[in-house]
C-alpha cells in the first residue's frame, strides 16, 4: 500500500523551526538509510507493512555495542553493564538491561542489585505496562518478550517486525511504542500486540528518521532522540509532527545549549521538562518543551565518581531522582537533583 501523503502532513500546531540535518557520530557504528515510509492511520493490523526493497539499504554488518569493561568472574555472573531502565510493578522495582550478558537486572531502591534475569538476547529497550508486566526489546533475537514477576515469559512482538527496539514506552492508551533504531521507525502496538501505526516518512520530509534511539512520552506529546540528525522530534499522540527541539553540535567542544554531538536518551520530570542526555559530551540539557529552551545544564565526562563514562539511558524516578545507566563505568548513577 503507497504511503498516504497526509502521513507527512503538518499539523496546524505552531511547529518549531526544523533544524539543519547534518552528520553525527552515533554510538553504534552504522551506514543506514531510511526504511520506506509506513502510513499513519488509526487502523488497526496485525503486523507492520514490510518496507519496499529498494529503500531497505541497510549495512550489512549490524552495529555493535561498546566493547565491556573487564570484569571479575563475580562481576560477569552479576551482569552491570546497564543499557536501559524502566521502573514500574508494584514495588517499583528499577530495571535495567544489560547486553553484554544478555541479561534482565533488577533493582531495589537502594540501587542494589537483587535479581539477574537471563537468556534475554542483547536485550535493549525497557518498559513496564500498569500491570507491572516487564517488556524487553531483544537486539539478537529482533523480537519484543514479557516478563512477570512470577517468572512467566512470553514472546509480544514475534521475530521479523522489529530490527533494532532500542527504546520502549506507553503511553496512557496502554499502547507500546518502539524505537528501531536500524530501521528508523517507530511502531506503535496495541495491548494486544497488534500494530497500530508506524512513524518515520520518506528521507525527503521533516519527519524522517536517522537512527533514532530514545523516546519519552507526556500526556499530549511524544519526544523521540533522532541521533542522526541530532535533534529531537515532537509529534501529539496521533503522531502528527509537530516540530523539532535542538540541533548538531560543531564538534565535541561546541556546549552551546541546546547542541548535541551524540543524542542519546530522553527522560520527563514531574514538572514536564524535558531531559535529554548526550552520551559523547556526559551532560544533560533541560529542555522547557513550551518555549524550546535550554533551561538548565547538568553532568560531566570522565570516568571519575558522579561524572559519565559512557552514559546510555536516563531515568528520573517516581522520587524525582535522575539515574543515569553508564555502561562504561558498569553502574546506575545518581545525578545530583535539577531545580
Known amino acids: 500500500m503507497a504511503p498516504d501523503p497526509a502521513a507527512s502532513r503538518l499539523c496546524g500546531h505552531r511547529q518549531a523551526a526544523i533544524a539543519p540535518r547534518a552528520r553525527a557520530v552515533v554510538l553504534w557504528t552504522l551506514a543506514a538509510t531510511s ?11 496485525e503486523a507492520p507493512p514490510a518496507p519496499h526493497d529498494a529503500d531497505a539499504r541497510i549495512a550489512a554488518a549490524p552495529p555493535d555495542l561498546p ?9 560477569r555472573l552479576l551482569g552491570q553493564h546497564p543499557a536501559r531502565l524502566a521502573q514500574g510493578g508494584p514495588e517499583r522495582a528499577l530495571y535495567a538491561t544489560d547486553p553484554a550478558s544478555n541479561a534482565l537486572l533488577v533493582y531495589d531502591s537502594t540501587l542494589t542489585l537483587i535479581q539477574a534475569v537471563p537468556d534475554f538476547g542483547a536485550p535493549l529497550g525497557v518498559a513496564v505496562n500498569a500491570q507491572g508486566v516487564v517488556f524487553v526489546g531483544s537486539r539478537s533475537r529482533h523480537t ?26 506507553f503511553d496512557t492508551r496502554g499502547n507500546l511504542w518502539v524505537v528501531d533504531s536500524v530501521a528508523n521507525r517507530v511502531l506503535v ?45 515532537v509529534f501529539d499522540l496521533d503522531a502528527n509532527f509537530l516540530g523539532t527541539l535542538g540541533e548538531p553540535a560543531r564538534d565535541l567542544g561546541d556546549l552551546t545549549p541546546g547542541r548535541f554531538a551524540r543524542l542519546q536518551s530522553l527522560a520527563l520530570d514531574a514538572r514536564g521538562r524535558l531531559h535529554a542526555l548526550d552520551s559523547a559530551l556526559g551532560r544533560i540539557q533541560v529542555f522547557d518543551p513550551a518555549s524550546g529552551k535550554v533551561v538548565a545544564t547538568y553532568g560531566e565526562p570522565g570516568m571519575a565518581p558522579g561524572n559519565l563514562g559512557t552514559p546510555l539511558d536516563i531515568l528520573i524516578d517516581d522520587r524525582g531522582r535522575t539515574l543515569v545507566a553508564d555502561y562504561g563505568q558498569r553502574r546506575i548513577t545518581r545525578m545530583d537533583e535539577v531545580r
Open 35 to 45: 526504511l520506506g515510509a509506513c502510513p499513519i492511520t488509526d487502523e488497526a493490523h
Open 67 to 75: 566493547p565491556a569493561p573487564p570484569a571479575s568472574p563475580s562481576e
Open 144 to 169: 519484543i518478550e514479557t516478563y512477570a514477576r512470577d517468572g512467566g515469559r512470553r514472546v509480544f512482538v514475534p521475530a521479523g517486525i522489529v530490527q533494532m527496539p532500542n527504546d520502549l514506552a
Open 189 to 233: 502496538f496495541l495491548p494486544d500486540g497488534r500494530w497500530l501505526r508506524s512513524l518515520g516518512a520518506g528521507a525527503d520530509t521533516p519527519s524522517a528518521f536517522s537512527f533514532p534511539v530514545a523516546i519519552a512520552l507526556s500526556g499530549r506529546a511524544v519526544y523521540i532522540a533522532d541521533q542522526g540528525h541530532s535533534h529531537i522530534q
